[in-house]
């Protein structure tokens, strides 16, 4: 039996959160609804001037594998802090979680722990203003072939995708997970991010990817080309595709498979984790089992319940929810 269900690599950021209005965003001159990434001083200009501030263990992935605890699977998160007040706050709030974080917090870096100032509006939307800090200097020294040979399947975010020993670290834990008979699949994260290492992302969905999860506008930045065609020159080089499209039916393709799954409209009182926790729903199917359809509807249900209140990670026994419709 594997030490664990599921392993994720991602950033290990710190959700510094906030609500505020459009006439904020404006002043501040942050963009709305996007992510950007800052410097130092920025970030902490920006941590100054939010009120009412909680915070939280985020980072994409990070929070897709918290929605799998949530769900009752076995967990771990390669990741990297420093050894400060942040990075002890979030090595311990993923444990509490029950998620084992398998790397120590480093004591002697020079970068601090990453934080990412998350600006709410009433509306929804979050503008995410993210400083890296230490956690993309994530390398191969940080994947324990112990932990990555043992898991049943990997989960990568293709935000490390953007240095070159992140991309040495991904390469070295898919090959891991496969010589113990795991899956490995990614998130692509973001269309930018695509768009610098077009080549380099396709030969990793090509060669190495059991599955990948994208939006719309990733996977046309990854193919270069309108959907249709990008999922079908997918789905010839990767064994499981996924799509969501914004509130449009997610689609999932595998082999002859294609399966279109009906998203149910839901006022987002805070859209933050949404694609997060669609991961997770899938994930959950795709691990234990389920049919294509159910794995879909499972990723809808719980993106779902984290758009319906603050906050990145679920507040519910997502299980529940699919018992309640008959997913389970």
Request: charged share 25%.
């Amino acid at each position: 039996m594997k030490r664990y269900q599921v392993v994720g690599i991602g950033n290990a950021i710190v959700d510094v959160l906030s609500q505020t209005d459009d006439a904020f965003l404006d002043a501040a001159g942050i963009g709305k609804g996007i992510m950007q990434l800052i410097e130092r001083d920025r970030a902490e200009t920006l941590y100054d001037a939010m009120s009412n501030r909680t915070e939280a263990p985020g980072g994409s992935v990070a929070n897709t594998i918290a929605g799998l605890g949530n769900l009752g699977l076995s967990t771990g998160f390669i990741g990297r802090v420093r050894d400060d007040a942040l990075g002890r706050f979030y090595a311990a709030s993923m444990a509490a979680e029950g998620t084992d974080f398998v790397n120590p917090p480093v004591a002697d870096a020079d970068l601090p722990t990453s934080r990412s100032m998350i600006f709410v509006t009433p509306d929804g939307e979050r503008s995410m203003n993210t400083y890296l800090g230490i956690s993309a200097d994530l390398g191969t020294e940080d994947v324990p072939l112990d932990v990555a040979e043992n898991a049943e399947a990997l989960f990568l975010e293709g935000y490390l995708f953007d240095k070159d020993h992140g991309k040495a670290a991904f390469l070295k834990a898919a090959q891991a997970i496969h010589r113990g008979k795991g899956r490995a699949g990614i998130a692509l994260s973001d269309p930018f991010c695509v768009d610098r290492h077009r080549d380099s992302f396709r030969r990793l969905v090509k060669d190495e990817m059991d599955f990948v999860i994208g939006n719309q506008h990733e996977w046309e930045s990854l193919y270069q080309t309108d959907l249709d065609e990008a999922l079908a020159q997918a789905a010839a080089e990767c064994e499981l595709v996924v799509c969501t499209r914004s509130g449009a039916d997610v689609v999932l393709i595998r082999g002859d498979e294609r399966v279109e799954v009906p998203v149910h409209s839901v006022t987002p009182v805070d859209a933050t984790g949404a694609g997060d926790q669609f991961a997770a729903g899938f994930i959950y199917g795709y691990v234990t089992g389920r049919p294509l359809e159910v794995a879909g509807k499972m990723g809808c249900v719980a993106a779902a319940e984290v758009i319906s209140h603050f906050g990145a990670r679920p507040e519910v026994d997502v299980l529940e929810l699919f018992k309640a419709k008959g997913l389970v």
